[in-house]
């Protein structure tokens, strides 16, 4: 059975929902000013002094610079999610293991990505063509390129009705899910869908 990370966390009542699941890790968008869910790094730090200990910290960030990683880590992140570029002075001297993330359009996206080799790489996360939009890319991709899948994770427009028949096609290590356990206009998190997301995780038989 897969991990699980809720990603996009916004107030108090979020983590509240994270406390009362089994939720792995716990996702906060910085740095990312485009992003409806992103935070200051002083409110980051204000919600994960609230998550219970098992829960890892994640700072989700898009083509970090050195001094916002560095930022990242003097604030106690457990871990940093890097969409686009990853820069190789980051690659060098982040002290923190990274998700490194691909928004996958196409086949060629997944195997651009394992070309990057680094020690510092705890798993890979696969995203939609546009984080956070609910859009899923195709699975197939992924069972035709990757032989060991339990350095995956799964993202992109999961949700309660579908990742079943996810974690049965890919067998991730981790899933991670944002919009799909979202409100209706995507004001925080919601309770029951966060239920029905995690039961449907708990209930599948990857095998």
Not at 19 to 32: E, H, K, Q
């Amino acid at each position: 059975m897969p991990e699980i990370k809720i990603c996009g966390l916004t107030c108090e009542e979020d983590i509240e929902l994270i406390n009362a699941y089994p939720v792995s890790y716990a996702g906060f968008v910085l740095f990312f000013p485009k992003s409806k869910r992103n935070l200051t790094l002083e409110q980051a730090q204000h919600l994960k002094r609230k998550l219970k200990d098992s829960v890892k910290t994640v700072a989700v960030t898009v083509a970090p610079s050195l001094e916002q990683v560095k930022e990242i880590e003097g604030a106690g992140f457990d871990v940093i999610q890097i969409h686009g570029t990853l820069h190789k002075e980051v690659e060098e001297k982040v002290h923190i293991p990274v998700f490194r993330a691909v928004n996958v359009e196409k086949e060629e996206d997944i195997r651009k990505v394992f070309s990057e080799r680094s020690p510092k790489i705890s798993y890979y996360v696969f995203d939609g063509k546009r984080p956070g939009s609910g859009e899923v890319f195709d699975w197939g991709f992924l069972k035709k390129n990757v032989d060991n899948t339990s350095r995956i994770m799964l993202a992109g427009g999961l949700h309660s009705e579908n990742v079943a028949n996810a974690i049965k096609a890919v067998q991730p290590g981790i899933v991670d899910v944002s919009s799909g356990v979202e409100k209706e206009h995507g004001a925080g998190k919601d309770r029951e869908k966060i239920e029905r997301f995690v039961q449907a995780v708990l209930k599948t038989d990857c095998r």
